[in-house]
């Protein structure tokens, strides 16, 4: 169990049945934020071992391996898998939930994602999210409240979001410490592949680089620039699928820079490379300005 994210004796949470669809890493992590104060959490996963493990660490009160029956009564379903099956997910939804529940996920990218929850039945009331956090070590045993804790999360209008909805997914991100940002789908995918899937990529390009003999020289700075190469695999590819676009630009945005410090060592303008990894420093000041 852990301790409240927030000071009031009665949220809006506090009477809701919540079901979490994935039971990885935010999932997860997520059930153990929300301990006590939701009337009730259930965990959906069709593996057997996070839903053995979830109930033993009491994560959740109940699991299933299938959304199919025995979920009428769930107010607010969070969809925490990766984005390709978020998407198959929101088609199956009007199948699986005849109430009129609210439906948020945790999609890394959210343009695909709010396009098919604004094809739901009116029925259901959509948010699209995506909470700016986690590891680089994706699974249930890695579950760790404290990721969503000061962590921005986006939160997206759809068609089907009603103020209710709005209500309860801001109440919902509060409630786990972290801090809601609206944001058109369209402007958070550009940045966000800017801010988190091209430095995974060089990162993966980065560690594909090394040669295998100089490995014995890994210190901190190869361990720090390589984290997010430990990502998943089918996370990542999910994500790229769902972004291609975006991507592509910020890669060709990230080529340009690498260009130009090639171009500066070659002509050994040591003066103007000064100034442009000194910009780079500054850059990274700004970046870690919240962590001072």
């Not at 006590?36 to 009491?58: F, M, P, Q, T, V």
């Not at 929101?90 to 939930?97: N, Q, T």
């Not at 100089?214 to 999910?238: N, Y």
Request: net charge negative.
């Amino acid at each position: 169990m852990v301790d409240s994210f927030t000071t009031n004796n009665h949220s809006l949470l506090s009477d809701k049945v919540v079901a979490i669809y994935g039971l990885g890493l935010m999932g997860s992590s997520l059930g153990l934020a929300l301990q006590n104060h939701c009337k009730e959490l259930i965990g959906i996963d069709r593996d057997l071992i996070s839903r053995e493990y979830a109930l033993r660490h009491h994560f959740v009160s109940q699991t299933f391996s299938k959304p199919e029956g025995g979920l009428e009564d769930v107010d607010l379903i969070v969809i925490a898998t990766p984005v390709i099956t978020i998407l198959e997910i929101i088609r199956k939804l009007p199948a699986w939930f005849p109430g009129s529940p609210i439906i948020i996920d945790l999609g890394s990218t959210k343009r695909k994602i709010v396009n098919a929850m604004n094809s739901l039945p009116s029925r259901f009331e959509a948010v699209g999210g995506h909470p700016i956090c986690g590891k680089e070590t994706a699974s249930i045993i890695n579950a760790d409240p404290e990721i969503y804790r000061g962590a921005p999360f986006v939160l997206t209008r759809t068609d089907r979001t009603t103020s209710r909805a709005i209500e309860i997914s801001e109440e919902l991100v509060f409630t786990i410490g972290s801090n809601p940002i609206w944001m058109d789908a369209e402007i958070h995918d550009l940045w966000i592949a800017a801010t988190s899937h091209v430095p995974y990529l060089a990162s993966i390009a980065l560690a594909n680089a090394i040669p295998n003999e100089a490995l014995r020289l890994s210190g901190p700075g190869l361990m720090s620039s390589t984290r997010l190469a430990g990502s998943s695999v089918q996370m990542m590819t999910d994500i790229i699928q769902t972004n291609k676009d975006y991507i592509r630009a910020q890669l060709r945005n990230f080529r340009q820079n690498l260009e130009i410090i090639e171009q500066l060592i070659e002509t050994n303008d040591m003066d103007k490379l000064a100034d442009y990894l000194g910009t780079g420093r500054t850059k990274y000041q700004e970046i870690h300005e919240d962590d001072q």
